[in-house]
């Protein structure tokens, strides 16, 4: 079950929001345009470690080199850096139609188009418990 895969893609005409200012009337704004090209080639794995028959964690994990050239408010704007993603699952089964979840995701700084972004991290938590064979789902605590 394990799986990794690699891919690369190039794309010209990358439409993001661009900033623009009017000096004369004071004023600043967004709107959507063509900011330029990005290229990335992208390295993802996904792990599935089953520990007993109960529990089982997955691991997912992303790493893109990413190349762009582009414009920010009618400026040039070339950067080269490394996105890294990752996911990690617990699954816990405490009887056929009860089980729990919980996810933890990280994502290291990384750019959206011209605007950096700091790193972000995340987590989530369920129990979940199925009722008549499975046929109607009810997360309990989410």
């Known amino acids: 079950n394990y799986s990794a895969n690699l891919s690369y893609s190039t794309q010209n005409g990358v439409f993001e ?11 600043f704004g967004l709107v959507q345009r063509n ?8 390295f993802g794995l996904n792990i ?3 520990f007993v028959k109960w529990y089982g ?5 992303e790493t893109s080199f990413v190349k762009t050239d582009t414009r920010n408010a009618g400026a040039k704007f070339q950067k080269d850096y490394v996105s890294i ?8 089964t405490f009887s056929p139609s009860l089980r729990a979840n919980m996810q933890m995701m990280w994502m290291k700084p990384t750019y959206f188009g011209t605007v950096k972004l700091d790193d ?10 199925t009722f008549w064979d499975n046929v109607a ?3 309990i605590i989410k």
Do not use: C
Request: aromatic share 10%.
């Open 48 to 50: 599935p470690i089953q």
């Open 57 to 61: 964690v997955n691991l997912y994990s």
């Open 120 to 129: 972000m991290w995340g987590m989530n938590a369920q129990i979940e418990k």
């Open 85 to 92: 993603f990752a996911n990690l699952s617990h699954n816990i």
């Open 17 to 27: 929001q661009d900033y623009i200012q009017d000096d004369e009337n004071h004023t």
């Open 137 to 139: 789902l009810f997360p």
């Open 35 to 42: 900011v330029g090209k990005r290229k990335q080639l992208t």
